[in-house]
C-alpha cells in the first residue's frame, strides 16, 4: 500500500462548525490538505489563550501528516487593521495604538511581539506552519479582492472607504439587484449567521447606532478598506485614496491566496466565530462565488479560576510569566511541556478551566506519560538509532546539493507505528495490547480526541508494564513501545524535554530534527550502559560511527557528538 493512502485505513471524522455536526473527513485533493487558522495580532506578549488555539491546531496538524497526508497549513500573522471596536468599525489601529504608547515605529512593535509569539510557540512544541503571511505584506491583493467584491454589487464606496453590503449579501443580490425566489445567488450561497448561529434579523433589530455608522447603510455592514485619517501612521494608496484594509479582508485574502478559493480547514479561536469568520465567508462569496472551506473547525475558550482571562480581572497570565512562576496566582513555574499536557487533557471544543490544582495535577500526569515514553524508547533503541544514522546520511547527501526536502519525522513515525490489526494476538496479553493500540488510533481519529488518546495510552503503559509482557514476542513488544512512542512525541508534541524546543519535539527542520534524535539517542545508550548492557552501547556507537558520527564520552559531563 503507497504510504500516502495510509489515512484510507483511519476513518477520520471532524465536527464541522459550520453544520454543527461530525463530518467523515475528505480531502478536496488527497494526499494534499490545505489548512487555514487565524494568527495572532501582534502587539502583546502572548498568553493563556494564543496557546491554547496554536496547541489545538498544531496537534491537528501533526495527526493529518500522521496518517499520511502532505498537509499546507497556513497560519496569518496580523499587523495592521485590527481595530480597538471590529464591530463598529472603530477606534485605534491596536498596533497602531501600542507604538503611539511605546513612542516606536508600528513595524517595531510587530516584530517585537512576533519574535515573542514564535519563541513562546516553540517551547511548547508546536511546529512552525508551512507559511506565515504576514497582513501588511499582501495589500496589494487585498485591494484586489476588494475590487472584484465591488464588482460583484456586494459592497460600496463612502467617503474614501469601502463597506461589505450585508443587506445586499442576506437579500441575495448582486450586481444585477436581482433576487432569486430562495433570495440566494452566487453572490449568497450559505446566510449569514448559519456558521454561530445567529439570525441576521436579530442581529440588526439588536445593532445600536455607533460611531461612524453614519458612513455605512447598515451599522452591520463591516468594513473592507478604511479611510486613514492624517494622524493615521500606517497607511497604503488604493484607488479610493490613502486607507488600510479591514481586519477581516486579510484572512481572505491570505487563505485564498495559498491556498485556493476552497480549501479543506479553516480554524481559529471560538471567539473568532462571530463576525470575523462569518464576514469571511459573505466576502468570499461576493470575490469568488462560493464557500471557502469545506470543513470549520473551533477551539473553545480558556477561563481562569471560571472565569473569562482578563487583565482587569488580574487573571491573565502571559507564558512566559507561567514558566517563571511571576504571576500572584502560580505559586511557582511550570514547564512548558506540562502546559501542553494540561491543554491536551481536554478535548479542543471544551472549556479549560485553568487553576494552580489543575496544573499540579497535570504535571503528576505528565511525568507519569514521560516515564512511559523513556521505557518505550529503550526497548526501540536500535531503531532510534538506526533513525540517527539515516538521517545523518541524508544531511551529508543534502549538503552537496543546493536544495533539497525537508525530513518530516511526524509522517515518518506515522509510516512505522502499527495498527491494531498488525500487532499479532496469539494469546490474552497480545488481544490486550491490539485492544489499546486501537483504542489510540480510534481517540485520535475521533475529531482528534486527545483526552481519550492520553487515556488510551496509559492503559497501554499499565499492559506493557506487567510481568507476562517481557515474554511477549518481539513484534508485540516493539509494536507497543512504537504507538507509544509515536503517540506521545509526534501526535501530541510531548517530550521530556521541558525546554520546549522544537528539535526534541520532531521539528521539521533537518538539522535540528538530528539533533533531537541525537539527544535521544545518547540518552538511551547512557541507560543501556547504566543497565551494564555494554552489547547494546557498543553497537550504536558503533553504528554511528560507520555513519560519520563520533561520541565522546567525558568525565566531567554529558556525552557529546560530532561529526567524524
Known amino acids: 500500500m503507497d504510504e500516502t493512502a495510509r489515512y484510507n485505513n483511519v476513518p477520520l471524522t471532524i465536527y464541522n462548525s459550520l453544520h454543527r455536526t461530525a463530518e467523515r473527513f475528505e480531502a478536496l485533493e488527497p494526499p494534499f490538505v490545505g489548512m487555514y487558522v487565524c494568527g495572532p495580532t501582534v502587539y502583546s506578549d502572548p498568553h493563556l489563550g494564543h496557546a491554547r488555539t496554536a496547541v489545538a491546531f498544531d496537534t491537528v496538524f501533526r495527526f493529518l501528516r500522521f496518517i499520511g497526508y502532505r498537509v499546507r497549513y497556513v497560519r496569518n500573522i496580523t499587523d495592521v487593521g485590527h481595530l480597538e471596536d471590529e464591530q463598529a468599525g472603530a477606534g485605534e489601529d491596536k498596533i497602531a495604538k501600542r507604538a503611539r504608547l511605546e513612542r516606536v515605529e508600528p513595524m517595531e512593535i510587530v516584530q517585537q511581539y512576533t519574535l515573542s509569539y514564535h519563541d513562546g510557540m516553540q517551547r511548547l512544541g508546536c511546529e512552525p506552519p508551512s507559511i506565515e503571511p504576514r497582513a501588511s505584506g499582501h495589500v496589494i491583493e487585498q485591494i484586489e479582492v476588494v475590487e472584484q467584491i465591488l464588482e460583484s454589487g456586494l459592497a460600496y464606496e463612502s467617503n474614501g472607504s469601502i463597506y461589505f453590503d450585508l443587506e445586499a449579501y442576506v437579500a441575495g443580490t448582486g450586481a444585477s439587484g436581482d433576487t432569486t425566489a430562495s433570495g440566494d445567488t452566487a453572490a449568497a450561497g450559505t446566510s449569514y449567521g448559519q456558521l454561530s448561529g445567529k439570525v441576521f434579523d436579530d442581529l440588526r433589530s439588536n445593532t445600536r447606532a455607533t460611531a461612524g455608522s453614519g458612513e455605512k447603510r447598515s451599522a452591520l455592514d463591516f468594513a473592507l478598506w478604511k479611510r486613514a485619517e492624517p494622524e493615521h501612521i500606517m497607511r497604503w494608496r488604493s484607488p479610493w485614496g490613502d486607507g488600510f484594509p479591514g481586519w477581516h479582508l486579510e484572512c481572505t485574502t491570505m ?22 469568520h462569518e464576514a469571511e465567508i459573505a466576502q468570499s462569496h461576493g470575490a469568488f462565488g462560493c464557500d471557502p472551506a469545506r470543513y470549520w473547525m473551533h477551539s473553545n475558550m480558556l477561563t481562569v479560576d471560571g472565569q473569562k482571562m482578563a487583565k482587569s480581572l488580574g487573571n491573565f497570565i502571559t507564558l512566559e510569566e507561567m514558566f517563571t512562576g511571576a504571576h500572584p496566582r502560580l ?9 501542553r499536557f494540561f491543554m491536551l487533557q481536554s478535548h479542543y471544543r471544551s472549556t479549560i478551566d485553568f487553576s494552580g490544582a489543575a496544573l499540579e495535577a497535570a504535571e503528576k500526569g505528565y511525568r507519569r506519560l514521560m516515564g512511559g515514553l523513556r521505557q518505550a524508547e529503550q526497548v526501540l533503541a536500535e531503531e532510534i538509532a538506526d533513525e540517527a544514522v539515516a538521517l545523518a546520511e541524508r544531511r551529508g547527501a543534502l549538503a552537496r546539493t543546493p536544495t533539497g526536502p525537508k525530513d518530516d519525522p511526524v509522517a515518518q513515525s506515522g509510516a512505522v507505528v502499527p495498527r491494531a490489526d498488525s500487532v499479532p494476538a496469539e494469546d490474552g496479553h497480545g488481544q490486550a495490547v ?15 480526541h486527545t483526552p ?18 517481557a515474554d511477549a514476542t518481539p513484534d508485540v513488544r516493539r509494536g507497543a513501545a512504537r504507538v507509544i512512542r509515536g503517540f506521545t512525541r509526534f501526535v501530541l508534541g510531548l517530550h521530556p524535554d521541558e525546554d520546549g524546543a522544537a528539535a526534541s519535539s520532531g521539528g521539521t527542520g533537518g538539522d535540528e530534527t538530528l539533533n533531537g534524535v541525537m539527544d535521544l539517542v545518547i540518552e538511551l545508550r547512557a541507560a543501556a550502559r547504566q543497565n551494564r548492557d555494554f552489547e547494546t552501547a557498543d553497537r550504536i556507537r558503533d553504528r554511528l560511527a560507520a ?11 554529558p556525552t557529546t557528538w560530532t561529526y567524524a
Open 547 to 557: 555513519a560519520g558520527i563520533r561520541l565522546e564520552d567525558r568525565k566531567d559531563g
Open 452 to 469: 481519550r488518546t492520553i487515556a488510551a495510552l496509559f492503559d497501554l503503559l499499565k499492559i506493557v508494564q506487567r510481568p507476562e509482557h
Open 331 to 339: 505559586d511557582r513555574a511550570f514547564g512548558p511541556m506540562v502546559l
Open 255 to 276: 487563505s485564498t491566496r495559498y491556498l485556493g478559493e476552497t480549501f479543506d480547514i479553516h480554524g481559529g479561536g471560538l471567539d473568532l466565530q462571530f463576525p470575523h
Open 434 to 448: 491490539g485492544d489499546a493500540i486501537a483504542a489510540c488510533w480510534n481517540a485520535m481519529a475521533d475529531d482528534f
